[in-house]
């Protein structure tokens, strides 16, 4: 798994969308929820498929970087997304952009599904959290 802030947006196998909200660490001296879940999922999946995987967020909250051109331009070319759907993600327009982006996408290139499995995963944060 390479840096997600300086990876080609087009070498990723999948995307974490998210508000930063929710990786904001409930303690200081500990990483954020998401970047917990990005980090756990990169290694199981790694052990799953016996390989390398990227998996590519927008770590930036901040800066004079143009980010959206670079997450929209990345979402034409990733095959997997995980949306972590919370409170914020849903009332979100940046997020609900990424996911019509992804949809959109997808569709044009062959569709949502991978033979019987969905390109798109729900992480409902609520639900894991309780």
């Known amino acids: 798994m390479g840096d997600s802030a ?3 947006v087009n070498d990723n196998d ?6 930063h909200i929710d990786n904001v660490p409930l303690d200081m001296n500990e990483p ?8 756990s999922l990169g290694v199981r999946l790694q052990q799953i498929i016996g390989g390398q995987v990227s998996i590519w967020r927008d770590e930036k909250l901040t800066g ?18 995980v949306c972590v ?3 914020r993600y ?24 991978m033979g ?8 409902d944060k609520k639900r894991l959290w309780n």
């Open 6 to 8: 300086t990876q080609d």
């Open 14 to 19: 999948l995307f974490i969308s998210y508000t």
């Open 32 to 39: 954020g929820w998401i970047s917990r879940l990005h980090y």
């Open 64 to 81: 004079n970087d143009n980010f959206s051109d670079s997450i929209l331009k990345g979402l034409k070319n990733v095959p997997l997304l």
């Open 85 to 87: 759907v919370s409170p």
């Open 90 to 113: 849903v009332n979100s327009d940046w997020c609900i952009k990424e996911f019509e982006q992804f949809t959109h996408d997808v569709e044009a290139q062959g569709g949502l599904q």
């Open 116 to 123: 019987e499995k969905s390109r798109i995963f729900k992480s």
